[in-house]
C-alpha cells in the first residue's frame, strides 16, 4: 500500500507569507495527525484529525494555523501569516485507530526568512 | 500529564559494538509504547511496540526494547550494531507525546 505523502518537501518563504502544506494519509486509516519539530526540540503533537472532524486541536500554537480534512481524504495545514518561529519540519502520520501504530510522511521543512 | 524523556541527545558507538537507548515514561496506567527511527529525508518508521504481555518487545532491523515499570523505562537495545543504523531514534506514547530524540552515529 501507498505510504504517507506530503507536499511540498521543503518550502521557504517570507515572514508574513502565507505556506499551506497537504498530507495525503494512507487509504482507510480514518485518523490523521500533525506533528511539528522545530531544529533539535522534540516532535511536538499539532492535532488529530478523525475522518473529517477535529479530535484534539490541543497542540496548535495559535490562530494563525488552520488545518483542515474535508471529505475526511487529505489534509491541508495553512500558515498565515507566517513568523519566523514557525520555521521547522512538519510531518503528516495516519492510523488505522487511535493509539494505533502511526504511520509518517517524511515530512516538510518550512524555513521562514 | 504524560512524558517521555530521552536523556540522551547523541550517543557514539563502533560498528559492532553493542547499543542501549533509554527513555523513560511519566504515564499512570500502563502505556503504550513505541520506538520510531528516523532516517536523513526520511519519514519516521516504527521500529517496535509495547502494549502488553512479554516485556521484551523484538522489532525490526534486530532491535529489542524491554519495558519495565519499576523503572519506568522502555530502553531500546541492539547487540551489535550496523553503520546502516546511525539515524535518529525517538520514543513516544500512543498519545501523540514524544521525547526529544537521541541521534546515533556510527564509527567504523
Known amino acids: 500500500e501507498a505510504g504517507v505523502t506530503q507536499f511540498p518537501s521543503h518550502s521557504v518563504i517570507e515572514k508574513g507569507q502565507t505556506v499551506t502544506l497537504r498530507c495525503d494519509p494512507i487509504s482507510g486509516h480514518d485518523n490523521l495527525y500533525w506533528y511539528r519539530r522545530v531544529m533539535g526540540k522534540e516532535i511536538k503533537f499539532l492535532l488529530h484529525f478523525v475522518k473529517e472532524s477535529k479530535q484534539d486541536e490541543s497542540g496548535m500554537p495559535n490562530n494563525r494555523f488552520l488545518a483542515e480534512r474535508t471529505g475526511g481524504t487529505y489534509s491541508t495545514l495553512k500558515v498565515q501569516p507566517a513568523e519566523l518561529e514557525d520555521s521547522g519540519v512538519y510531518f503528516c502520520a495516519s492510523s488505522r485507530g487511535p493509539g494505533w501504530e502511526q504511520y509518517f510522511g517524511p515530512g516538510t521543512r518550512l524555513t521562514v526568512t | 500529564a504524560q512524558s517521555v524523556t530521552q536523556p540522551d541527545i547523541h550517543i557514539t558507538v563502533s560498528e559492532g559494538a553493542s547499543l542501549e537507548l533509554r527513555c523513560n515514561y511519566s504515564y499512570g496506567a500502563t502505556p503504550y509504547l513505541f520506538w520510531y527511527v528516523q532516517s536523513p529525508g526520511q519519514g519516521l518508521q516504527l521500529l517496535l511496540k509495547?502494549?502488553?504481555?512479554?516485556?521484551l518487545v523484538q522489532g525490526i532491523k534486530g532491535f529489542e526494547a524491554e519495558f519495565k515499570r519499576s523503572q519506568s523505562s522502555f530502553n531500546l537495545r541492539k547487540p551489535s550494531v550496523h553503520w546502516s543504523d546511525a539515524a535518529e531514534y525517538f520514543c513516544a506514547t500512543a498519545y501523540m507525546r514524544f521525547g526529544a530524540g537521541t541521534r546515533l552515529t556510527v564509527k567504523p
Open positions: 509495547y502494549f502488553s504481555g512479554d516485556t
